[in-house]
């Protein structure tokens, strides 16, 4: 499907979601409004007039949160620390150096499974068990021990993202790496190929598709990874440190509008890639 094509299936489900979040604000901020709508006289204007604009509600409208993105955002300086986009910086400097360690990583190991039967017969399973170890259980416990030996905030905080970004890598270059089918193998060991002739010219050509699909799962949970480290240190930048000040002074605003803004920033991250393996697949000779 062309991207003109999904315009318009796109707008209509964020329409319907809006309507829906608009209408679930009213009993969600009930507590706090009812006894505002009673002294005003009831009626449906005052219950969507107090239901949308409460100063610290328990949901907030879709258009406080787009208010408190724009004043945090495009109000005040990005270099201060009231403006999203330095909080947003600190936690994508920690996002993309785990990213990219993490998608080294998978794709060593990717290489040494499918040329060493040994690695993979020890190695497959406990790349895989490790994904069943909760982030937030084992994130502290790191994020504590790694600071007491000095090294940079973004460094410890980049190790959390690099081990959840790391597995899909590693998987999806393993089926990579795999995909060439039995006969282009068989013709490069008729041409006297060596493992890595193999590797180089026939192997990481055929992956580079698993790799990018790969590799936008891998971002976005790069940026969730880079959050939750943030959370257990008492940052004092980043989205995780937004969002946990918000929770301390029950500024639920503050906790939408980063959250938002993190989810923006995903978006774009995992479009970027998108643009990069378009180009890439234009290269490599495919149609357009």
Not at 61 to 75: D, G, L, R
Not at 170 to 196: C, E, F, H
Request: aromatic share 10%; proline share 6%.
């Amino acid at each position: 499907m062309t991207a003109r094509g999904t315009v318009w299936p796109v707008t209509v489900v964020c329409l319907v979601l809006i309507a829906v979040w608009y209408l679930a604000a009213i009993p969600m901020n009930s507590v706090i409004t009812a006894p505002k709508i009673a002294a005003a006289g009831g009626g449906l204007w005052n219950t969507l007039s107090f239901s949308w604009n409460e100063t610290r509600p328990v949901l907030p409208a879709p258009h406080q949160v787009a208010q408190e993105i724009w004043n945090s955002v495009f109000m005040v300086a990005p270099w201060k620390v009231k403006s999203l986009l330095y909080h947003l910086w600190v936690t994508l400097s920690s996002t993309l150096a785990g990213f990219v360690q993490g998608t080294l990583l998978g794709i060593l190991l990717a290489i040494g499974i499918v040329h060493v039967r040994s690695l993979e017969k020890s190695l497959m399973p406990w790349i895989i068990a490790s994904q069943t170890i909760p982030i937030l259980a084992i994130a502290p416990m790191i994020i504590v021990v790694l600071g007491k030996t000095g090294l940079p905030d973004i460094v410890t905080k980049s190790i959390i993202s690099t081990y959840l970004c790391f597995f899909p890598v590693a998987i999806g270059m393993v089926k990579g790496l795999r995909s060439p089918d039995k006969l282009q193998l068989d013709l490069m060991r008729t041409y006297n190929a060596s493992a890595w002739d193999v590797l180089w010219k026939l192997r990481l050509p055929a992956s580079v598709p698993f790799l990018f699909a790969s590799l936008k799962v891998s971002v976005a949970i790069a940026l969730t990874g880079a959050i939750v480290a943030e959370l257990p240190t008492g940052a004092v930048a980043g989205i995780g440190a937004r969002l946990l000040q918000g929770s301390y002074y029950g500024q639920t605003l503050q906790i939408w509008a980063a959250l938002f803004v993190a989810a923006f920033a995903a978006a774009a991250l995992v479009w970027l890639l998108g643009r990069l393996e378009l180009i890439n697949a234009r290269r490599m000779g495919a149609a357009p």
